[in-house]
T-cell receptor, first 107, second 115 residues
Framework: RKEVEQDPGPFNVPEGATVAFNCTYSNSASQSFFWYRQDCRKEPKLLMSVYSSGNEDGRFTAQLNRASQYISLLIRDSKLSDSATYLCVVNTDKLIFGTGTRLQVFP | DTAVSQTPKYLVTQMGNDKSIKCEQNLGHDTMYWYKQDSKKFLKIMFSYNNKELIINETVPNRFSPKSPDKAHLNLHINSLELGDSAVYFC??????????????FGSGTRLTVV
């Protein structure tokens, strides 16, 4: 079983749509959690940290459920510029990356 | 100013050659990492150094040898390159104690192609 599992997608959504990504992780001792974004042929960039209380950054909302070992990312009012691969990331003593979920927003 | 810089950006070389990739960070971070992203886009950690000391070595073939002359630099030397080494190699850094909450900063990657 992979340490961090994500649906690879692709998710093809129209501009303005709301889209949700999910992720599960296997190590219950994981200490912190993130969503990263990776554009084609670019490096991963930190999108946001994820907290149990849930956190929001503009159109992006992240949620962590430690009991279910489940992380989510919600993107509201999708923009064309949101098209990218979204990586679920778990920190034990190092960052463990999921394989990513590809999002394509179309006009 | 580039926070984490890697050189070269692209590297094309023949099987059996030895090559090096350099990484430098100007963020004042204590910990640096090498990650490999294969053709399936899976990012996997290879090594981690904290203040010049190796702290993570993830069952990487010993043809790969990291070297950290100081805490701002982490280089990767690869001997006897094989076709399967073709990938994008990312350097990253984090603050030692805050990395767990603040994530890592990545360099722009080195695309290695072995022919």
């Amino acid at each position: 079983r992979k340490e961090v599992e994500q649906d690879p997608g692709p998710f093809n959504v129209p501009e303005g749509a709301t889209v949700a990504f999910n992720c599960t992780y296997s190590n219950s001792a994981s200490q912190s959690f993130f969503w990263y974004r990776q554009d084609c042929r670019k490096e991963p960039k930190l999108l946001m940290s994820v907290y149990s209380s849930g956190n929001e950054d503009g159109r992006f909302t992240a949620q962590l459920n430690r009991a279910s070992q489940y992380i989510s990312l919600l993107i509201r009012d999708s923009k064309l510029s949101d098209s990218a691969t979204y990586l679920c990331v778990v920190n034990t003593d190092k960052l463990i990356f999921g394989t990513g979920t590809r999002l394509q927003v179309f006009p | 100013d580039t926070a984490v810089s890697q050189t070269p950006k692209y590297l094309v070389t023949q099987m059996g050659n030895d090559k090096s990739i350099k990484c430098e960070q100007n963020l004042g971070h204590d910990t640096m990492y090498w990650y490999k992203q294969d053709s399936k886009k899976f990012l996997k950690i290879m090594f981690s150094y904290n203040n010049k000391e190796l702290i993570i070595n993830e069952t990487v073939p010993n043809r790969f040898s990291p070297k950290s002359p100081d805490k701002a630099h982490l280089n990767l030397h690869i001997n006897s390159l094989e076709l399967g080494d073709s990938a994008v190699y990312f350097c990253a850094s984090s603050p030692r104690d805050r990395g767990r909450n603040y994530g890592y900063t990545f360099g722009s990657g080195t695309r290695l192609t072995v022919v």
